[in-house]
């Protein structure tokens, strides 16, 4: 993976982790660097998830992969809060 590859990567998980902390309701008592780290793993699963629905690469916007990948980071979120919340 080249330089480009992996700042893309950061951008989009940063995008993907901030639109999945807005999806739940309330505030989230998780920091910047988790809530980038579910989002950049968000953005890789879902990515994965929706090439083996067969849904990753349509004409235009990919709105369902962006669907499941703010899914994926909003139960990411969730369950970082909740395990951080338990120490």
Do not use: N
């Not at 999806?23 to 780290?37: N, Y």
């Not at 990753?56 to 499941?68: H, N, P, Q, R």
């Amino acid at each position: 993976m080249e330089i480009s590859g992996i700042i893309a990567a950061i951008v989009i998980g940063i995008v993907i982790g901030v639109l999945g902390r807005l999806a739940l309701p309330g505030r989230q008592h998780i920091g910047v660097l988790w809530t980038i780290a579910v989002g950049i793993l968000a953005a890789l699963v879902g990515t994965a998830v929706a090439g083996a629905l067969d849904v990753a690469d349509t004409k235009g916007i990919d709105w369902i992969e962006l669907a499941i990948q703010i899914g994926l980071a909003a139960v990411g979120v969730a369950a970082v809060e909740r395990l951080k919340g338990r120490r």
